[in-house]
């Protein structure tokens, strides 16, 4: 079982690191944004990007629980919500990561266009619980 999330993460790194922008040139583009887990809640709670910009959020787990991020637009929140609450596992998407307490993770994410993205934590409460990031793409 711990074996597999280790894996798992492995796995997500990796998809993370390669799933960038067609015009990234590698991961040292990337701004590096620190974002803390606790309980329950992210901190910061809003961060601005500029349009094409590629960010690297690196989440440390302060917390006393598990937390998770998962990145995308309101809509993708919104449906993720619901498959987490059919027994889903989240960690088969892209996108996302899963933060044991005092763990890091870090997800890459280019905003491809102007808006609003969220990250979203979606163990179970925590992000109607407010649990969340808004990244403001201008
Ligand atoms: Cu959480």
């Excluded at 307490?101 to 905003?111: D, I």
């Amino acid at each position: 079982m711990r074996r597999l999330a280790v894996l798992l993460l492995v796995v997500l790194a990796a998809c993370g690191s390669s799933d960038g922008g067609s015009t990234a040139a590698g991961p040292t583009d990337a701004r590096t944004v620190d974002v803390e887990m606790r309980d329950i809640a992210f901190s910061p709670t809003s961060v601005d990007a500029r349009v094409g910009e590629k960010l690297r959020f690196v989440f440390k787990n302060t917390g006393g629980v598990t937390h998770d991020a998962f990145i995308g637009d309101q809509a993708a929140q919104d449906e993720h919500e619901k498959d987490m609450r059919g027994g889903h596992d989240h960690m088969k998407m892209a996108n996302a990561v899963s933060v044991k307490p005092g763990k890091s993770a870090s997800l890459t994410y280019t905003f491809a266009k102007a808006g609003q993205v969220v990250i979203g934590c979606h163990e179970p409460g925590h992000y109607t619980g407010g649990m969340k990031v808004l990244v403001n793409v201008a």
